[in-house]
């Protein structure tokens, strides 16, 4: 597995990984799946979209950075990642977030902020609080799950 900038030809594998987790409901706050075109324009707009391949460049997952706000804020990155179901439990989120970390260094960022990990997304927050990322506190019934039903949202920041 190798973790790389991702190249015009991963947008297909890119989409329909992002658009398994947008469609499942539970983890993303966008609602619409991406298309072949508003797939490549979202990608392209990121300081840096990271994916995870194998050796035959299969998209196994992937990764979006890009500043969380303008101006004196501007210094705080975001991120987002997102790995293929049949992926999960390979420790490959954690090798993203690392990546990720650097990647947000390397551009200049001083820290990078999840306004909205949902609250009952144990794995993810698991990874977060062993890679040092400190929770913010939790803010409730700030995420609407697909069913309708509303979830608590715990942001968390660490400094790069």
Request: glycine share 12%; aromatic share 10%.
């Amino acid at each position: 597995m190798n973790i790389r900038q991702y190249a015009p030809g991963d947008l297909p594998g890119m989409i329909e990984t992002w658009n398994e987790v947008v469609e499942a409901g539970d983890a993303f706050p966008q609602e619409e799946p991406l298309t072949p075109e508003s797939g490549a324009a979202f990608f392209a707009s990121q300081t840096h979209a990271g994916v995870a391949v194998d050796d035959d460049g299969a998209i196994l997952g992937l990764y979006i950075l890009h500043p969380n706000n303008v101006g004196r804020c501007g210094h705080i990155a975001n991120a987002s990642y997102a790995v293929r179901s049949l992926c999960r439990g390979r420790h490959l989120g954690e090798k993203l977030v690392l990546d990720c970390l650097a990647q947000a260094k390397a551009h200049g960022f001083g820290i990078l902020q999840f306004n909205a990990v949902v609250e009952g997304n144990v794995h993810a927050r698991h990874l977060y609080e062993r890679l040092g990322f400190q929770q913010l506190g939790t803010i409730p019934r700030g995420f609407r799950m697909k069913d309708g039903a509303f979830a608590n949202i715990c942001p968390y920041y660490k400094e790069v």
